[in-house]
């Protein structure tokens, strides 16, 4: 089944051009079944092209979705144009009544802030207290993963002295976990942040999933909250770290050529993608738990127990 957004979201036009079915209101209308109710709180700088990397996954599992855009409502994007937001985006305020299956908390480019310090951090304690009575999985992304481990679990975040910036091997550490279903032992990760946070602070009730002896724990999933945690940019598409590194550069800020990313670590040449079939198992296998265990009725989310799917 496609996925159903706004018909003028620039993410269509890509999505359909890759091959990904995308739906319109008539035809979603015309087939008797509910589709999942996926929440996109996007708080990345270029919204536009996080939508397209994120819709791209959920829009290739086999079941109908419809993804709503949410946005803080108090604060002032600096790289997506008014117009867009209005258009496409709903504040968290406008939907916080609605219930989800899922609901999705990308990451900010606010990691070297103390969690306190960003101008948005009270109301996104309230928007993580909310999923706890209006969602019934939730999905936190890099920073939102950090930001979501400190608040409900106290777990800090450290400042590294260079930052993690490339691709990195991973090791499957639950290959039983119905989210790494058709996972290797091993895989590629694109990782770009200057924190992170340590398995010897993940306390009991939360499993490492994925990590590397590089960069530490990528994926924690906790069975009691039906949350996942990923700290690291697996959803990035081919070129997402080659225009980090050369905005980097042209900025004069100081940056190493990505891990493992280019060709013979050259930066002229255009790098490979060798994580897409990882990145679609994961959110793949996201969807179809969210599927199998959230209820029918989707008012019921908040006031039946939540099924231990880790």
Not at 111 to 134: A, G, Q, S
Not at 268 to 281: K, T
Request: charged share 25%.
């Amino acid at each position: 089944m496609p996925i159903k957004i706004p018909d003028q979201l620039p993410a269509r036009e890509v999505l359909v051009r890759e091959g990904v079915s995308v739906m319109d209101e008539r035809t979603a209308l015309r087939q008797d079944i509910r589709p999942l109710q996926i929440g996109l709180l996007n708080l990345m700088p270029n919204k536009v092209r996080t939508e397209t990397q994120l819709a791209r996954l959920i829009g290739a599992t086999p079941l109908q979705v419809e993804l709503t855009l949410v946005r803080i409502g108090n604060h002032k994007a600096k790289n997506t144009s008014e117009e867009h937001l209005i258009a496409f985006y709903e504040t968290w305020e406008a939907v916080r009544k609605r219930k989800f299956d899922g609901f999705i908390v990308t990451g900010a480019p606010v990691e070297l802030l103390p969690f306190e310090d960003v101008t948005y951090w009270r109301e996104l304690e309230r928007i993580f207290d909310w999923t706890t009575t209006n969602v019934h999985s939730s999905f936190f992304i890099c920073w939102g993963a950090m930001a979501a481990a400190w608040h409900f679990h106290r777990i800090p975040k450290y400042t590294l002295e260079k930052k993690a910036f490339g691709v990195y091997r991973h090791r499957n550490n639950a290959p039983a976990s119905p989210y790494l279903a058709g996972f290797s032992d091993d895989f590629i990760v694109p990782v770009s942040r200057w924190t992170e946070i340590r398995a010897a602070d993940v306390p009991a009730g939360l499993d490492v999933l994925m990590e590397s002896e590089e960069t530490g724990p990528c994926l924690l999933a906790e069975p009691a909250g039906n949350r996942l945690y990923m700290f690291n940019h697996i959803e990035y598409d081919s070129l997402s770290l080659k225009e980090e590194y050369e905005r980097d550069v042209a900025a004069g800020t100081p940056i190493e050529v990505p891990h493992e990313y280019f060709p013979d670590d050259d930066p002229a040449r255009r790098p490979l993608n060798r994580w897409r079939s990882h990145a679609h198992l994961l959110f793949g296998n996201w969807i179809n738990q969210v599927y199998q265990t959230t209820p029918y009725d989707l008012d019921s989310v908040g006031r039946v127990p939540q099924s231990d799917v880790a």
